[in-house]
């Protein structure tokens, strides 16, 4: 997940998070009946220290921690309270822990307990299905493929385990190269858990939403079979299947079945209308979906990423504090089993640190000084374009056939940016046009300095020769003609040189000429890289220092 993340339809940076406003249907459970916020901002929870906002939703927010000599991770706070809002947070860290990070993200500490209720998460590495299609259009078939197998196989897994997720869309699928791995299983369903939503209520948008869901059913399995469908046919088309919105025609088409699928590739077209079909009963059920991905990825299977039981505390210890009453506190829950793999193949070993393409981006120079100027000057979404072009101008194929939006993540990840981090400091939109009036701009600043650092280094070496060498008529020629018209004036023996105070007003004027191009030039330049030696402000003191001294000089007599 990269440091930062968006909604579906807004940029940045993408990682755990809520991204719509999540509707509770009243209980019994909790007297209060309004969502109410919660205390101000605060800078840490446990032992981990907040940076910066990654995403919000109706009662959740996720922030970028880390804990004293840590590494980063993301951290997700129960900003409101409502009406069954701690259970359901309760019941998303139980269930993240249950997953054990086998294609979800991991969960790793929390205190439910706390006055604002929290728990940690791993910090996923990447950007959205979403923001990578906005960012680079219609991905690769393969990419498509594997992608969407990583996805069926973490659904498959949460089906296992009694619970449906109900909330499958681009924005909500993390891409770290071609593998996904599923966020926001906050609203998930389990079979025997209590629902915290009513029948009719829709979680979501209306464009992503199975049919059934439009027509007041609770989601199903295949109703996440539906999800997989039109993930499969927005990454591979670069357009949403339904026309965007919530609107009467939104779920008209929905419901009808009329969905635009003229970009989706020929070879899956067939399991993207088997997967959208109108009927439940007519979909697949997720176990074919995954062997017919399994029979169309690329090459060698490369099964999920081995399923990890890390040894973190159980949520289940302060998940009691959700009920109105006291009761005993469970005993963690053990560790989930490993999933039953599809492909019977040993799980390869990871290698150590990244790959070779990826660590070429790191090592490319260029591109890191054009991406830092991007990100200090507030062009996130900018820099994926940047990773791009800078693709494109190698021979090698592994650079090439990276993601440039995983590259981008990773190089803000490896530098502890964060998207938006700089944002009020830019000056035009967001795209590739406006980081081009951005260049020019700066381009135009760095000239302006040089010219008035010129300005003030002629007026210096004027000043300089015209009063060290007297005889010398080169520069103080032109004011000879203040010595005839005015009269002589003599202090200690020595008159006073006119032509000399000439030549140091006409400097003491080109000098503020030279702090006036300079102000426009520091106004055409920015904040943010690049920001090279400024030559303009120290010459033009400089100048003023020397034009006050040989003026002093000369009114007293001593230059002739």
Same mark, same amino acid.
């Given at each position: 997940?990269?440091?930062?993340?968006?909604?579906?339809?807004?940029?940045?940076?993408?990682?755990?998070?809520?991204?719509?406003?999540?509707?509770?249907?009243?209980?019994?459970?909790?007297?209060?009946?309004?969502?109410?916020?919660?205390?101000?901002?605060?800078?840490?929870?446990?032992?981990?220290?907040?940076?910066?906002?990654?995403?919000?939703?109706?009662?959740?927010?996720?922030?970028?921690?880390?804990?004293?000599?840590?590494?980063?991770?993301?951290?997700?706070?129960?900003?409101?309270?409502?009406?069954?809002?701690?259970?359901?947070?309760?019941?998303?860290?139980?269930?993240?822990?249950?997953?054990?990070?086998?294609?979800?993200?991991?969960?790793?500490?929390?205190?439910?307990?706390?006055?604002?209720?929290?728990?940690?998460?791993?910090?996923?590495?990447?950007?959205?299905?979403?923001?990578?299609?906005?960012?680079?259009?219609?991905?690769?078939?393969?990419?498509?493929?594997?992608?969407?197998?990583?996805?069926?196989?973490?659904?498959?897994?949460?089906?296992?385990?009694?619970?449906?997720?109900?909330?499958?869309?681009?924005?909500?699928?993390?891409?770290?190269?071609?593998?996904?791995?599923?966020?926001?299983?906050?609203?998930?369903?389990?079979?025997?858990?209590?629902?915290?939503?009513?029948?009719?209520?829709?979680?979501?948008?209306?464009?992503?939403?199975?049919?059934? @869901?439009?027509?007041?059913?609770?989601?199903?399995?295949?109703?996440?079979?539906?999800?997989?469908?039109?993930?499969?046919?927005?990454?591979?088309?670069?357009?949403?299947?339904?026309?965007?919105?919530?609107?009467?025609?939104?779920?008209?088409?929905?419901?009808?079945?009329?969905?635009?699928?003229?970009?989706?590739?020929?070879?899956?077209?067939?399991?993207?209308?088997?997967?959208?079909?109108?009927?439940?009963?007519?979909?697949?059920?997720?176990?074919?979906? $995954?062997?017919?991905?399994?029979?169309?990825?690329?090459?060698?299977?490369?099964?999920?990423?081995?399923?990890?039981?890390?040894?973190?505390?159980?949520?289940?210890?302060?998940?009691?504090?959700?009920?109105?009453?006291?009761?005993?506190?469970?005993?963690?829950?053990?560790?989930?089993?490993?999933?039953?793999?599809?492909?019977?193949?040993?799980?390869?070993?990871?290698?150590?640190?990244?790959?070779?393409?990826?660590?070429?981006?790191?090592?490319?120079?260029?591109?890191?000084?054009?991406?830092?100027?991007?990100?200090?000057?507030?062009?996130?979404?900018?820099?994926?374009?940047? $990773?791009?072009?800078?693709?494109?101008?190698?021979?090698?194929?592994? $650079?090439?056939?990276?993601?440039?939006?995983?590259?981008?993540?990773?190089?803000?990840?490896?530098?502890?940016?964060?998207?938006?981090?700089?944002?009020?400091?830019? @000056?035009?939109?967001?795209?590739?046009?406006?980081?081009?009036?951005?260049?020019?701009?700066?381009?135009?600043?760095?000239?302006?300095?040089?010219?008035?650092?010129?300005?003030?280094?002629?007026?210096?070496?004027?000043?300089? $020769?015209?009063?060290?060498?007297?005889?010398?008529?080169?520069?103080?020629?032109?004011?000879?003609?203040?010595?005839?018209?005015?009269?002589?004036?003599?202090?200690?023996? @020595?008159?006073?040189?006119?032509?000399?105070?000439?030549?140091?007003?006409?400097?003491?004027?080109?000098?503020?000429?030279?702090?006036?191009?300079? @102000?426009?030039?520091?106004?055409?330049?920015?904040?943010?890289?690049?920001?090279?030696?400024?030559?303009?402000?120290?010459?033009?003191?400089?100048?003023?220092?020397?034009?006050?001294?040989?003026?002093?000089?000369?009114?007293?007599?001593?230059?002739?």
């Amino acid at each position: 997940m990269s440091a930062g993340e968006t909604a579906e339809d807004h940029v940045p940076t993408v990682q755990v998070g809520d991204r719509r406003a999540e509707r509770d249907a009243p209980t019994t459970r909790v007297a209060t009946a309004t969502p109410q916020p919660l205390d101000a901002e605060v800078a840490a929870v446990g032992p981990y220290r907040l940076k910066g906002l990654i995403g919000s939703g109706g009662f959740g927010a996720v922030y970028v921690g880390r804990a004293p000599g840590g590494q980063p991770v993301a951290v997700k706070l129960l900003t409101y309270v409502g009406d069954g809002a701690r259970e359901r947070f309760a019941r998303e860290a139980e269930l993240l822990h249950r997953l054990g990070g086998a294609g979800f993200p991991r969960y790793l500490d929390g205190d439910l307990r706390a006055a604002r209720p929290w728990f940690a998460m791993e910090l996923l590495e990447g950007v959205t299905v979403a923001d990578a299609v906005r960012h680079v259009g219609p991905l690769s078939e393969e990419t498509v493929v594997t992608a969407a197998l990583d996805a069926a196989r973490s659904l498959g897994r949460l089906h296992d385990l009694g619970y449906v997720h109900r909330d499958v869309k681009p924005a909500n699928a993390v891409l770290a190269g071609r593998r996904a791995t599923l966020i926001d299983v906050g609203i998930a369903k389990g079979e025997h858990v209590h629902d915290l939503t009513t029948t009719g209520e829709m979680i979501g948008s209306v464009a992503w939403a199975a049919p059934e @869901r439009l027509a007041g059913d609770r989601g199903t399995t295949a109703s996440d079979v539906y999800g997989i469908g039109l993930l499969i046919a927005f990454a591979s088309s670069g357009a949403m299947p339904f026309p965007r919105g919530d609107d009467a025609a939104t779920m008209s088409a929905v419901a009808e079945g009329r969905s635009d699928l003229s970009g989706v590739p020929d070879a899956l077209l067939p399991l993207v209308r088997r997967t959208t079909a109108v009927a439940p009963e007519a979909r697949p059920p997720m176990r074919e979906v $995954v062997a017919e991905l399994q029979r169309m990825a690329p090459g060698a299977l490369t099964p999920q990423r081995p399923t990890r039981t890390p040894e973190v505390p159980s949520p289940t210890r302060v998940a009691s504090a959700v009920a109105p009453t006291p009761r005993p506190v469970p005993e963690p829950p053990a560790a989930s089993p490993p999933a039953p793999q599809t492909v019977a193949v040993p799980q390869p070993t990871p290698p150590a640190g990244p790959p070779d393409g990826l660590q070429r981006m790191f090592d490319n120079r260029h591109l890191a000084l054009a991406l830092k100027a991007a990100h200090e000057r507030g062009y996130d979404a900018t820099a994926v374009h940047l $990773v791009a072009r800078a693709q494109r101008r190698t021979h090698r194929k592994a $650079v090439r056939a990276l993601d440039p939006a995983r590259v981008k993540a990773s190089i803000w990840r490896r530098n502890g940016w964060w998207d938006g981090q700089y944002a009020g400091r830019r @000056r035009f939109p967001d795209t590739e046009q406006g980081w081009s009036q951005e260049r020019a701009m700066v381009r135009r600043g760095w000239w302006l300095d040089k010219a008035a650092g010129v300005l003030a280094l002629v007026a210096f070496l004027a000043v300089v $020769v015209g009063s060290l060498t007297g005889q010398d008529a080169s520069v103080r020629a032109p004011f000879g003609w203040l010595r005839q018209i005015l009269p002589v004036v003599e202090i200690g023996g @020595r008159a006073i040189a006119w032509d000399l105070v000439g030549l140091l007003i006409a400097v003491a004027a080109a000098l503020y000429g030279a702090v006036r191009i300079s @102000r426009n030039a520091q106004r055409d330049r920015g904040v943010g890289a690049p920001q090279s030696i400024r030559f303009a402000p120290g010459l033009i003191a400089l100048g003023y220092a020397v034009v006050a001294a040989a003026g002093l000089l000369a009114l007293l007599g001593v230059l002739t």
